[in-house]
């Protein structure tokens, strides 16, 4: 009880905002207490507002209040520092559920600050510190604290466990390691744990580089969706522009045809008037003659009808009239059947080319497109190549189905299909297959290779530029050798990266409509080495190129 008395009267002397017993007691007018400096800093952050408050009643005083130690409470508070009391635990330094406990303290627990691997206990900071002063216990391993001690703990035999069984691949105690694990392959679990750590550095190592690639693609990821608004915008407009032409297009040719019918509908509708008025005069003439001889007939006196008769004034000309019975009439029907000829055929050619049209949108390639990570991603656009006898030089050997290619010295003539259709200044070599679409192998070397795809047209002989690999516009290389070098069209780029002895193995993938070409180090991941973004106008082929006539090889791996 008076321990707890001690702890309430410590209380009365801390600071309400430091938490801390009182340094420079200072009173304010409201009559509570604080650091000088502590009241002072809360104070100056409201000065602005030019009204001060107490942070714990919140009266507030105008003007600031000057402050003055008070040398009874600084005096008391001396006085208790000089006892060698401590304050009472706060309650956040006691163990919570989620906390770890000291498994010294009895009553309420406080939160642990290290445990020892050795005594496989936790301590608070009052339990731990024999920890740093006792020269025996200063040898021990302290490590932050863990609720996962009792794991640490050999539930057989109550020991540490201090080793590791390589072949049950789980921790054990020194006793296990001569009982039940007795000739098992057992170390330390330090040694162990090493091991793993290099595995674990390897690992962090990849999640770095992976990191690393990310952040690279994000960098492209913003600039691309602009990219593609800004060229998706641009494609809405040029065609609203175009298709806007064409129905101005077709809308000044229906006016034209519109005004050629009206045009040839006046013409037409004139003739025929004219025609019809002449008619009609023709007819009137005729009315007025046939009365006249009418009149005559009915004449009683010969001789005047006689006389009558002679003096009459011959018909003129009758006006032919056309013969409906010549030709079936025609007005405007030709012009419907003409213009319904032209919209069948445009009709006809939209309809052709729209699918080419509407695939030509899904087609777009847009960066995630683009974006395989894992071997597991490429091996789905896997594509089976073999080497074509005919292409290879005279001083190369396939073998496994025509899936390694082997070197041999000049002095030894190898059997070719078709001499003249192979390389022959150079030891190289192309596929069977073609390439299309998207397509992923991998080749596996010793020694020096070159890595490439190339239009089958390539020059197989002559000048060096025209049928070396890389070394026309023809085809696209990789050269492996100290290190990696990247060609095409004569020209030379560094690739990063160095190639080891040993077997290697390199994987191509090509998207050959996006007309992507990208290498990569096969190991655990897949390092990209170089990416070629161009246009192929030509199927392509894989080839390979070998440098020395020692046996060197490499082969075309089988993908699964």
């Not at 321990?3 to 938490?19: A, N, P, R, T």
């Not at 003409?338 to 699918?355: G, I, M, Y």
């Amino acid at each position: 009880m008076a321990q707890q008395g001690v702890q309430v009267d410590h209380e009365k002397f801390c600071c309400s905002i430091c938490l801390d017993l009182l340094k420079d007691p200072v009173t304010i007018p409201c009559g509570h207490s604080y650091c000088m400096n502590c009241i002072k800093t809360h104070w100056d952050g409201e000065d602005v507002k030019k009204v001060h408050s107490c942070p714990q009643c919140r009266q507030t005083f105008t003007p600031r209040p000057v402050l003055t130690k008070n040398t009874m409470l600084a005096d008391l508070v001396e006085e208790l520092k000089k006892t060698g009391l401590q304050a009472a635990p706060a309650d956040h330094c006691y163990a919570g559920p989620e906390d770890v406990a000291c498994d010294v303290c009895t009553g309420r627990k406080l939160k642990a600050l290290k445990s020892c691997l050795v005594c496989v206990v936790s301590y608070c900071e009052q339990h731990l510190q024999p920890h740093y002063d006792v020269a025996q216990l200063k040898k021990h391993k302290l490590v932050d604290p863990s609720n996962k001690f009792q794991e640490n703990i050999c539930s057989r035999h109550d020991e540490v466990m201090k080793m590791f069984c390589r072949t049950d691949q789980q921790c054990i105690c020194y006793l296990c390691s001569v009982d039940e694990h007795k000739g098992h392959d057992t170390v330390s679990a330090a040694a162990e744990r090493t091991e793993r750590q290099r595995e674990l550095e390897v690992s962090r190592q990849n999640i770095q580089l992976r990191i690393h690639d990310s952040k690279k693609v994000m960098k492209l990821l913003q600039p691309e969706v602009e990219a593609i608004n800004r060229f998706a915008n641009k494609a809405v407009k040029d065609s609203e522009k175009i298709f806007t032409e064409l129905i101005h297009f077709i809308k000044k040719k229906s006016a034209d045809v519109k005004q050629q019918v009206r045009s040839q509908q006046k013409t037409e509708v004139s003739r025929v008037n004219e025609f019809k008025k002449k008619l009609e005069q023709e007819i009137t003439e005729l009315k007025r003659k046939d009365a006249e001889l009418m009149k005559l007939s009915h004449t009683e006196d010969h001789t005047q009808f006689l006389h009558n008769y002679s003096s009459l004034s011959p018909l003129s000309e009758s006006t032919e009239l056309p013969s409906s019975k010549s030709r079936p009439l025609q007005y405007f029907e030709d012009v419907t059947a003409a213009v319904s000829e032209v919209r069948d055929n445009l009709q006809d050619v939209l309809n052709k080319r729209w699918p080419k049209l509407l695939r030509t949108v899904t087609e777009v390639d847009a960066l995630l497109s683009q974006q395989l990570r894992t071997r597991e991603e490429f091996l789905q656009y896997a594509c089976h190549l073999t080497l074509d006898p005919n292409s290879k030089s005279y001083l190369m050997l396939l073998s496994k189905r025509n899936r390694k290619v082997t070197t041999f010295p000049g002095n030894l003539f190898l059997s070719h299909s078709d001499p003249s259709a192979g390389f022959t200044n150079h030891w190289q070599v192309l596929s069977r297959e073609s390439l299309t679409g998207r397509c992923y192998w991998e080749v596996e070397w010793d020694a020096l290779v070159t890595i490439a795809v190339a239009y089958k047209d390539m020059s197989r002989s002559g000048a060096y530029n025209e049928c070396t690999f890389g070394e026309n516009d023809k085809s696209w290389a990789l050269c492996c050798f100290a290190e990696y070098e990247f060609k095409h069209n004569a020209i030379s780029t560094p690739v990063s990266g160095t190639c080891q002895w040993g077997n290697k193995v390199i994987g191509v993938f090509l998207d050959h409509k996006a007309g992507i070409l990208s290498f990569y180090k096969v190991d655990k991941t897949m390092t990209l080495l170089h990416r070629v973004q161009t246009t192929f106008t030509q199927p392509l082929y894989a080839g390979l190129a070998l440098h020395y006539s020692r046996g060197d090889n490499a082969e075309l791996r089988e993908l699964k």
